[in-house]
């Protein structure tokens, strides 16, 4: 699995049923939004809109956007920035003429990726699987782990070939999971692949990314997995 979100782009034909012109012949607000519309506090999503006339030629209009929501703040460009978790909503305008309301969602800000538990993990001979790899993602502006957040384990060591002899679940190298509604995900283990020799030892790296793709700090750590 990839790690970054890849943004496709929706295009939202909105405006005044009517047709009823406004400031310089606009009768229309094209509207693209990013197919993501969430945003972690203190970080930003850009939204464009195009004015356009009855005959849906676009037409050189200076475009402002509002919100009323204080979970967000928007400037005159479209570039929305979280301000508190919650639900909020932007607008476009071109004189009196307005877009619909365009829903955003504004999470917490993930400031920490923990493991929970021994870094060292012990699987006993004959065992199939190693216990539970658990991780969690801390704010510090919210107590308790954050549920529904990606987080992507990759296994690290021995050398990723075809004949690995330890997986994760379902026979793959990289699994990307969700935080569950705890806040703590405990389905991730690393598993014997039966005909092949056990390694002494694998590693499983964590990671978690924010929306614009940046590092969540304590991203990088890893299991150590021990097979006896």
Same mark, same amino acid.
């Given at each position: 699995?990839?790690?970054?979100?890849?943004?496709?782009?929706?295009?939202?034909?909105?405006?005044?049923?009517?047709?009823?012109?406004?400031?310089?012949?606009?009768?229309?607000?094209?509207?693209?939004?990013?197919?993501?519309?969430?945003?972690? +506090?203190?970080?930003?999503?850009?939204? &464009?809109?195009?004015?356009?006339?009855?005959?849906?030629?676009?037409?050189?209009? @200076?475009?402002?956007?509002?919100?009323?929501?204080?979970?967000?703040?928007? =400037?005159?460009?479209?570039? +929305?920035?979280?301000?508190?978790?919650?639900?909020?909503?932007?607008?476009?305008?071109?004189?009196?003429?307005? /877009?619909?309301?365009?829903?955003?969602?504004?999470?917490?800000?993930? =400031?920490?990726?923990?493991?929970?538990?021994?870094?060292?993990?012990?699987?006993?001979?004959?065992?199939?699987?190693?216990?539970?790899?658990?991780?969690?993602?801390?704010?510090? $502006?919210?107590?308790?782990?954050?549920?529904?957040?990606?987080?992507?384990?990759?296994? /690290?060591?021995?050398?990723?070939?075809?004949?690995?002899? $330890?997986?994760?679940?379902?026979?793959?190298?990289?699994?990307?999971?969700? &935080?569950?509604?705890?806040?703590?995900?405990?389905?991730?283990? +690393?598993?014997?692949?039966?005909?092949?020799? /056990? @390694?002494?030892?694998?590693?499983?790296? +964590?990671?978690?990314?924010?929306?614009?793709?940046?590092?969540?700090?304590?991203?990088?750590?890893?299991?150590?997995?021990?097979?006896?």
């Amino acid at each position: 699995m990839t790690r970054a979100p890849l943004l496709a782009w929706l295009v939202l034909a909105l405006g005044c049923s009517d047709l009823t012109e406004g400031a310089g012949g606009v009768v229309e607000l094209q509207i693209r939004e990013p197919a993501v519309t969430s945003v972690e +506090v203190g970080e930003a999503l850009q939204l &464009t809109a195009q004015a356009l006339d009855r005959d849906g030629n676009p037409v050189d209009q @200076p475009i402002s956007w509002r919100t009323a929501d204080a979970t967000v703040v928007v =400037d005159n460009t479209g570039r +929305v920035t979280g301000v508190a978790p919650g639900a909020g909503q932007v607008q476009a305008f071109v004189g009196s003429l307005s /877009s619909e309301a365009i829903g955003l969602t504004v999470n917490a800000r993930a =400031d920490t990726l923990a493991l929970v538990g021994d870094s060292v993990v012990i699987v006993g001979p004959g065992v199939a699987a190693s216990a539970p790899l658990v991780v969690q993602l801390l704010s510090l $502006a919210q107590a308790g782990p954050l549920p529904l957040r990606p987080v992507v384990y990759t296994l /690290s060591f021995p050398a990723l070939t075809d004949g690995t002899a $330890a997986l994760l679940p379902g026979g793959v190298l990289v699994d990307t999971i969700s &935080t569950g509604t705890t806040g703590l995900d405990q389905s991730i283990t +690393v598993g014997r692949v039966a005909g092949l020799a /056990s @390694p002494d030892s694998a590693f499983v790296a +964590v990671r978690s990314y924010r929306a614009s793709g940046a590092d969540v700090a304590g991203s990088g750590q890893r299991f150590i997995i021990l097979f006896q």
